[in-house]
């Protein structure tokens, strides 16, 4: 199985065009998105790119494919605009034997987290790109496909046949791997 995760998009139209391009591209059977889609929220910069009615209309096109989770950005409008449920603050996906918790940040994290059930953990918010595996568990933050936090490049991840890894959107290239 493959799926693509990416998260914190933050209404930037060229992350929402990447997303699709690279939908189109490694034809994923789903689309993982973290949170933090249409609204760049107080604490950051409008992104440069920002355009939360095209990344509506972008993201539109492979709307069958998305499984999305709300972020700390999200509003109940953005459930009125966008053709995929965005207001859960959780969702569980069944990939190649695994279970994948998948939540925003901002309510679940890596130190505050449901106490089993699960063999991964997706999360996004912090705009860090993590992948590691502890306690048995592998904790993955795509990072930032917009705006990257402490230095970092905007990133997203790919899970293919169990193993994940973390991808550099400018460069293309793999950035970690699990």
């Not at 889609?37 to 107080?42: F, M, R, S, T």
Request: aromatic content about 8%.
């Amino acid at each position: 199985m493959k799926l693509l995760v990416f998260s914190d998009l933050h209404g930037a139209a060229d992350s929402a065009e990447f997303i699709v391009d690279e939908t189109e591209k490694e034809k994923p059977e789903k689309v993982l998105l973290l949170g933090d889609i249409l609204y760049h929220g107080p604490r950051n910069d409008v992104p440069p790119a920002y355009a939360p009615r095209k990344v509506v209309e972008q993201l539109s096109l492979i709307a069958d494919r998305i499984i999305c989770v709300r972020g700390n950005c999200e509003a109940e409008v953005d459930q009125m605009v966008l053709p995929f449920p965005c207001m859960s603050e959780e969702a569980v996906v069944f990939a190649d034997g695994a279970v994948i918790f998948m939540t925003h940040g901002h309510i679940w994290n890596e130190e505050k987290r449901p106490s089993s059930g699960y063999t991964h953990f997706f999360s996004g918010h912090t705009h860090i790109r993590v992948l590691k595996k502890k306690d048995g568990i592998v904790f993955l933050n795509p990072g930032s496909i917009t705006i990257p936090k402490m230095g970092q490049e905007r990133s997203y991840a790919i899970w293919q046949d169990g193993r994940i890894r973390t991808v550099s959107m400018e460069r293309g290239t793999t950035l970690e791997e699990i």
